[in-house]
C-alpha cells in the first residue's frame, strides 16, 4: 500500500496532543478498518488520512457531520479524577483488559488518545461512530445513548504495562507503581491466568446493557492492530434505585461506603496523594477486580439463621446483627468473631467496593450454576489497605466454604483527562 | 427417615388441584431441603409436611405469615394465556431448559404445582420464599420484586417430555404435538445438543436482571430431585423504552410484530386453535428458540450502504428501503432481492419475534466477540408458519454469511393456568 504524504494542512507548528476531538477519532476510523499504518506517529496518520479523502475514500461528508446530541445530564468524561470511581453505580458492568500488540510508545500513546476521545463523546451521548470501511458516519448508530444510560468509561494501568518479563516494551519500567504487585496467594484461590491481568483495563458501566456492550466493543475495534482483547468480564447489580445493591446470596453488598461518601473521605482513602508513589498517579487510585464464585446450592441448603451469622448482618434490611437498620454503627461484640463484617471491620481500613454479580450458565453435569461476584475496590493503597483485609478474610471468614476466587488483578487508575489531554498523559511526562 | 401419616386436617375430600398456594408452596419447601421424599402424591407430602410441624421442624411461624405486598401493575400470571409471549417485551431473560430426573407421572405433575405457584406468587411481588433447611419465611428475600420488574415466567414442554428414544416415561406420547418434530438441519448449523432441547422451557422475563436470576434459581432449587437444569440462556434487549429493540448488527429486530399487535391478528397466527392439534394446546402457542452467533468482527468491516442492502432497511429509522419510516409499509421491488427482509416477507407467514441479544465473553487467541442473537419466536405451527421462512433465509439471506446457529429447540407452550390449577393442567386430562 502506497500513500500520498501531503497535506492539505499545515500540521508542522500543533503538537501531538493538540488534536482536535475529530481528528483524532478520524485517524481511529482508519485504524478500526484495518488500514496497516507503516509509519509511526499521529502526524503521518493524518497525513493518510488526507490522502484518503482527496482519493474520495473518505466519505465526504464525515468531516462535516456534527455531532447532534449531547446529553447535558450525562457524567462527565473530563475531569481531575475519572469517572465510574466515586459516581454511583450503574446497573450494568462490561470490564475488559487488553494486552498491547504494538511495542512502540507512540502507538501506546495514540490508542490512549482514540479511546479517551471515543469515551468523551459516547459519554456525553454524541453516538457511536461508525467506521465501515472507509466511512465514518455521525449519524449512524448501533445504540441510543441517552443520558438515562448513565454511561461511564474507566482506565486502568498493569503491571505489564510497564514491565513484562523483565522487558520495558514502553519505557516506562521507572514509572511503575509498587501498589501493581501481585496480590499474595490466598487460600481458596483458583485463579486462571488467562482472566486476570493485562496491560490495560477499561470499566464501561451503564444502565442499559446494550451500550455497554457497543462501548467495548467500538473500543476493541478501534484498537485494532495496536492493542487485543484479553479477557471480558460482565456484571449486573439489582435495579433497586439508589440502594445498597444484594450480592447473589441475598446480602446487600457495600453498606460500608457511607463512610467514603464525602470527597473528604474519598481523599484519605480512595484517591492517590501527590506525596505518595509516582507523581502521574496522583488523584488515581488503584482498581483491586477478584472474580469469587459463590456456592449458590451449599448456600439455598444452609439455614437463614446461619446465613445470618455468617455475614454480620441482617439478610432482609441489611442491618448489622442487634441493630434495626441497614447503616446503624456496627458493635463489634454483638457480631460473630468469624463473619465476615466483624473480619473486615477489624482490620481497620476502608476500601470503596464497586462491584457487580455474573451469571454465567450452568455446569453441564449438575446443572450447578456458574455465578458469583466479580468484586472491585478501589483505594489509596492496595497492600496496606486492601492486602490485610483480603489475607484475615481469606483465613477465617465463615463465608470461604461458600466461595472460591478464579481471578484476580490490579490496575492503577491514573487521573482523569481534561478536554483536549488524554488519559494517562501524565504517564508519559515522568 | 420415618414419617408420622397422622395429620391435623382431614385431606380425603380435597381434590389434589385444589391446594391452597400456601400448601403447595410448602410442600416446595421441602423438596427444596433436599428432603427425600420416598412417597408420590401430593397428599403424603402434605401429611409429611404436618408431621414436620408437628416434630418442631418447620418454622412456626411459617404458616401464619402471609405475604406482604402485592403489586397491583404486576403482569398477571393466571389467566386463559401465558404472559411473556404477547406481553411487551422485558429487558432481561433467563431461558431454562430441564430435564425430569424423576420418570413418574405424579412428580411431574407435582412440579408443576410447584412451579405454578412460584411463578404466580413471585410475578405478583410477594416476594421470593427461602427454603433454608426445614424454615419457609416470607419475610426473606434474596431480592426485591417489585411492580416496576415486570416478571413473566412462561412455560414450554419439549419433545422428550412426550416420548425419548422410544420411552414413554410419562404416558403421554399420544399427546404429543406433530409441531414437536425438530426444525430440519439448515446450511448454517452448527449445532450443540448439549444447549437445545430438554422436556421443560422455563422463559423468565424481567426488567431487573437479578429478580430474573434468583426467579431461575428459585425454580431449580424447588425442583431439586424431581428436575435438573439442562441449560440456561441469558440475553438482553437495549432500554429504549417502547421501541423496537436493535440486534448487536445495530438494526432494528422485530418491526413486523406490529402486524401481530391485535388480538385478532395473534388469534391468527400465534395461539393455537383448539381446532388444531391437541386439545390439551388450546390457546397455547409454539416456541421456537434458536442461538445465532453473529460476526461482529466481520460486520464491523462491512460498509453502512451494504449493511443496510443486506437487511433490507435503514440501519438509524429501521425504516424499509426507500421509505422514511420504521412502520412503513415495505414496497418489495425497492428492496434487494436477497436481503433478509425481503426474503422473510416473501414467504407470506407471519411469527410474533420476541428475541434477546448475548454476550459470552470472547475467543481467547482473537479477542473476537461471542456475542448473537437468542432468537425466540412464538407461532401456532412451526412447520406452516416458521421453517419455510427459515428454509428460504438459511439457503439466500445476504446476511447469513455473517451468522452461525449454535442451538435450537421447539416447545409446546400449554395455556395460561388459572388460580387454583398448574401449567400444563389439560396435558393431563387427556
Not at 501531538?16 to 476531538?21: H, I
Not at 505489564?160 to 514509572?175: V, Y
Not at 456458574?370 to 492486602?387: D, M, P, R, Y
Request: glycine share 8%; net charge neutral.
Amino acid at each position: 500500500m502506497k500513500h500520498t504524504h501531503e497535506n492539505e494542512r499545515t500540521n508542522e507548528n500543533r503538537d501531538e496532543s493538540s488534536y482536535s476531538r475529530r481528528e483524532v477519532l478520524k485517524m481511529a476510523a482508519l485504524a478500526g478498518s484495518g488500514i496497516v499504518v507503516g509509519m509511526s506517529g499521529m502526524a503521518s496518520l493524518f497525513a493518510i488520512n488526507s490522502s484518503f479523502k482527496a482519493n474520495g475514500l473518505v466519505h465526504p461528508e464525515s468531516e462535516d457531520t456534527q455531532p447532534e446530541e449531547v446529553n447535558k445530564d450525562a457524567i462527565p468524561f473530563y475531569g481531575a479524577r475519572q469517572a465510574g470511581i466515586g459516581t454511583p453505580q450503574q446497573m450494568y458492568m462490561y470490564f475488559a483488559a487488553f494486552d498491547m500488540i504494538s511495542e512502540e510508545v507512540e502507538k501506546l500513546k495514540q490508542i490512549l488518545k482514540i479511546w479517551t476521545a471515543y469515551s468523551a463523546d459516547m459519554t456525553a451521548g454524541r453516538g457511536l461512530r461508525e467506521t465501515n470501511g472507509q466511512q465514518q458516519m455521525n449519524s449512524v448508530r448501533e445504540s441510543s445513548i441517552s443520558s438515562s444510560a448513565k454511561l461511564t468509561v474507566t482506565f486502568g494501568f498493569g503491571s505489564t504495562l510497564f514491565i513484562r518479563n523483565g522487558i520495558d516494551r514502553f519505557g516506562l519500567a521507572s514509572q511503575r507503581p509498587d501498589e501493581l504487585n501481585d496480590i499474595p496467594s490466598m487460600p481458596g484461590d483458583s485463579l486462571n491466568p488467562q482472566n486476570s491481568g493485562g496491560d490495560i483495563c477499561i470499566q464501561v458501566c451503564s444502565n442499559d446493557p446494550t451500550v455497554a456492550f457497543h462501548v467495548i466493543r467500538k473500543l476493541a475495534a478501534v484498537s485494532s492492530g495496536i492493542a487485543v482483547l484479553r479477557w471480558i468480564q460482565i456484571g449486573f447489580i439489582d435495579g433497586s434505585d439508589g440502594q445498597t445493591p444484594r450480592n447473589l446470596f441475598g446480602f446487600r453488598d457495600g453498606t460500608a461506603n457511607i463512610e467514603l461518601a464525602s470527597e473528604k473521605s474519598k481523599k484519605n482513602h480512595v484517591w492517590v496523594d501527590s506525596s505518595k508513589g509516582p507523581a502521574w498517579m496522583a488523584n488515581g487510585t488503584y482498581l483491586v477486580a477478584r472474580k469469587v464464585r459463590m456456592d449458590m446450592e451449599k448456600w439455598e441448603q444452609t439455614s437463614l439463621i446461619k446465613q445470618e451469622a455468617i455475614f454480620g448482618r441482617l439478610k432482609n434490611s441489611g442491618a448489622p446483627l442487634g441493630k434495626q437498620d441497614e447503616f446503624d454503627v456496627v458493635t463489634m461484640r454483638e457480631i460473630p468473631r468469624n463473619s465476615h463484617v466483624w473480619l473486615a471491620r477489624s482490620v481497620g481500613t476502608k476500601i470503596l467496593r464497586r462491584s457487580y454479580s455474573y451469571f454465567e450458565g450452568i455446569a453441564p453435569m449438575t446443572g450447578h450454576l456458574n455465578a458469583g461476584l466479580f468484586f472491585i475496590s478501589f483505594q489509596q493503597s492496595v497492600h496496606t489497605q486492601f492486602v490485610p483485609m483480603l489475607s484475615l478474610l481469606a483465613k477465617f471468614d465463615a463465608l470461604s466454604p461458600f466461595l472460591s476466587t478464579v481471578s484476580s488483578s490490579v490496575f492503577a487508575c491514573p487521573p482523569g483527562a481534561s478536554e483536549g489531554g488524554f488519559i494517562g498523559e501524565e504517564l508519559f511526562k515522568g
